[in-house]
């Protein structure tokens, strides 16, 4: 493989993206960039650009495999490292520009913020509220994927007496819910 600035025809260039962009691919892969991330195509573009720039800059001699070898070596490199100055380039426009849209999901992330607060401080009002039984049945109950028969086994109880204490518990919970809903007028929860 030598060092040769030469072009490479269309045929080539199609070859060449043909067979060397599961590379790409790979090289986003082990980047932890997934087909789901915002920049995934153009990062799959760019990492076609270098292989062809890396072909043209190089005579290969596609029949010979240390040549391909050492050619894939190079070529995995140099995308690896233009993939993350392009990763680095798009962090810095995005921490640079500031406009009014930007801010509008940061006061959307305030709120839910808000209401994430609200909700563990609830959660503790019911924790305090329940002794450690209760609460480990309320945690049981909670899990949608456990069938009730399940629940009952697990506290040595039956079914009925199960659905006892659920009802027992969901009148422990509206007056814990009400208390709240009372103390803090702005965030009622409906029951």
């Known amino acids: 493989m030598e060092q040769q600035q030469h072009q490479l025809t269309m045929m ?7 067979q060397f962009e599961g590379m790409v691919r790979k090289q986003l892969f082990r980047m932890n960039i997934s087909y789901y991330h915002a920049d995934y195509e153009d990062l799959l573009q760019e990492g076609r650009l270098v292989v062809l ?7 290969v001699d596609w ?15 140099r995308i690896r490292w233009r993939l993350l100055d392009f ?6 426009e995005a921490a640079v520009s ?19 607060l609200e909700q563990v401080t609830l959660m503790k009002e019911v924790r305090k509220a329940l002794n450690d039984e209760e609460w480990q049945l309320v945690v049981a109950l909670m899990d949608a994927d456990r069938p009730r028969t399940q629940i009952a086994k697990d506290f040595h109880m039956s079914r009925k007496i199960l659905y006892t204490k659920r009802k027992e518990l969901q009148k422990k919970l509206k ?12 965030n009622a929860i409906k029951m």
């Open 98 to 116: 500031c406009d009014d849209e930007e801010f509008y999901y940061l006061e959307d992330e305030d709120i839910a913020l808000d209401q994430e």
């Open 12 to 18: 080539e260039e199609e070859w060449v993206v043909e």
């Open 53 to 59: 720039k890396t072909a043209s800059e190089f005579v």
């Open 63 to 77: 029949n010979d495999e240390v040549d391909v070898g050492r050619f894939m070596c190079l070529a995995g490199k």
């Open 175 to 186: 007056k814990v819910l009400k208390n709240w809903n009372t103390s803090k007028p702005n």
């Open 87 to 92: 990763l680095r380039h798009n962090q810095r």
